[in-house]
C-alpha cells in the first residue's frame, strides 16, 4: 500500500464549477498536509498549508483535513480555466520539523471554458 | 525576490555518460532538498541539506548519485554513470529554518531539471 493515494483523473469541469479534490493516506504520524499546483513543464507551486485536522481557506480555496479518517481535501470554488493543472496533495511527519514530503500521484484538472 | 533556479532545464545523454545538476535555492534557506519524477510515478525525496550538511540522505536510489552543497549555498547532483531508469525530473526545493518561522518545513520548488539518458 502506498503511503498517499490519490486519484490521478483527469478530471474535467466547466468554468464555475465546484472542484473537489481528495488524498488518504495511511501514515498516522503525518502533521502537515500541503496542496501543490503544478503547470505543465513547471515546478509544484505551494497552494495550501495545514497543520494538523482543521479546515483552512483563502480566497476560492479551501483544504480540509480529517486524521481521524486519513483523508484531505481540497475544494476549489467558481473554477477558472487558469486553474487547470496538475495538483499535489503532499504531507511530512516532522520529528524535527526537518522531514522529508511526501507526494501523492497527482490529479490532472481540466476547467473548460 | 528570486525563486529556486535550476540549471540545466533538460539534458539529453547517453548511458554510461555522467550528468551534473545544479540548485540554486532561495538566499537565506538553510534547507535544500532533492526530488526526483520518474515516469508515471509520484515525486519522491532524495536527499535534504541543513547549510552544507546532509541531514537525511534515505532516498537516494544508489552510490551513482552524489549530492554536494559546499559553503552551503548552491547545490549540485551528480550522476555518474548514468543509467536508462535515471532518466525523470529531478526538482529541487529549499526552506527556511522552521525555528526562525515558528512555521512547518514550508518548500519552494524549482523548475526542475528534465533528464533524458538514452
Known amino acids: 500500500q502506498k503511503e498517499v493515494e490519490q486519484d490521478p483523473g483527469p478530471l474535467s469541469v466547466p468554468e464555475g464549477a465546484i472542484v473537489s479534490l481528495n488524498c488518504t493516506y495511511s501514515?498516522?504520524?503525518?502533521?502537515?498536509f500541503m496542496w501543490y499546483r503544478q503547470y505543465s513543464r513547471k515546478g509544484p507551486e505551494l497552494l495550501m498549508y495545514?497543520?494538523?485536522?482543521g479546515n483552512k481557506e483563502d480566497g476560492r480555496f479551501t483544504a480540509q483535513v480529517d486524521k481521524s479518517s486519513k483523508y484531505i481535501s481540497l475544494f476549489i470554488r467558481d473554477s477558472q480555466p487558469s486553474d487547470s493543472a496538475t495538483y499535489l496533495c503532499?504531507?511530512?511527519?516532522?520529528?524535527?520539523?526537518?522531514?522529508?514530503?511526501?507526494f501523492g500521484p497527482g490529479t490532472s484538472l481540466s476547467v473548460i471554458p | 525576490e528570486a525563486g529556486v533556479t535550476q540549471f540545466p532545464s533538460h539534458s539529453v545523454i547517453e548511458k554510461g555518460q555522467t550528468v551534473t545538476l545544479r540548485c540554486d535555492p532561495i538566499s537565506g534557506h538553510d534547507n535544500l532538498y532533492w526530488y526526483r519524477r520518474v515516469m508515471g510515478k509520484e515525486i519522491k525525496f532524495l536527499l535534504h541539506?541543513?547549510?552544507?550538511?546532509?541531514?537525511?540522505e534515505s532516498g537516494m536510489p544508489n552510490n551513482r548519485f552524489l549530492a554536494e552543497r559546499t559553503g552551503g549555498t548552491y547545490s549540485t547532483l551528480k550522476v555518474q554513470p548514468a543509467e536508462l531508469e535515471d532518466s525523470g525530473v529531478y526538482f529541487c526545493?529549499?526552506?527556511?529554518?522552521?525555528?526562525?518561522?515558528?512555521?512547518?518545513?514550508?518548500?519552494?520548488f524549482g523548475p526542475g531539471t528534465r533528464l533524458t539518458v538514452l
Open positions: 541539506f541543513v547549510k552544507e550538511s546532509k541531514q537525511d
Open positions: 501514515n498516522s504520524a503525518f502533521q502537515y
Open positions: 503532499a504531507m511530512s511527519a516532522p520529528k524535527t520539523s526537518y522531514d522529508k514530503v511526501i
Open positions: 526545493a529549499s526552506s527556511q529554518d522552521p525555528r526562525r518561522t515558528g512555521g512547518g518545513d514550508t518548500q519552494y
Open positions: 495545514t497543520y494538523s485536522s
